[in-house]
Nanobody, 123 residues
Framework: QVQLVESGGGLVQAGGSLRLSCAAS????????MGWFRQAPGKEREFVSS????????YQTDSVKGRFTISRDNAKNTVVLQMNSLKPEDTAVYYC????????????????WGQGTQVTVSA
């Protein structure tokens, strides 16, 4: 139904910034809430941030509040995660996800996932 492709990951020093983008296929992009999750080696995939279908509501996990900003452009079928003041503990593979209904923080809400993009933050 929807194909997601992340980009923008890389290596950055602590305190630096990265901008992750997720490009979605199809005309139904605005039907989906969009989320970003991350997974570090040996750990569970965890919620980072999400945005409602129209972009009017956003959510962030406590550890990224004030540092990360999620946005979407439904005309361009894109969602962006702007990450500032990065910390080594932000190091993970970041995944873009799309879902129609469910709790915003729950992995089970999201039926479609991108391939992931690596973010590495050096101390």
């Amino acid at each position: 139904q929807v194909q997601l492709v992340e980009s923008g990951g890389g290596l950055v020093q602590a305190g630096g910034s990265l901008r992750l983008s997720c490009a979605a296929s199809g005309r139904s992009f605005s039907d989906y809430a969009m989320g970003w999750f991350r997974q570090a080696p040996g750990k569970e995939r965890e919620f980072v941030s999400s945005i409602s279908r129209g972009g009017g509501s956003t959510y962030q996990t406590d550890s990224v509040k004030g540092r990360f900003t999620i946005s979407r452009d439904n005309a361009k079928n894109t969602v962006v995660l702007q990450m500032n003041s990065l910390k080594p503990e932000d190091t993970a593979v970041y995944y873009c996800a799309a879902g129609i209904r469910g709790a915003y923080y729950d992995k089970k809400t999201y039926g479609y996932w991108g391939q992931g993009t690596q973010v590495t933050v050096s101390a």
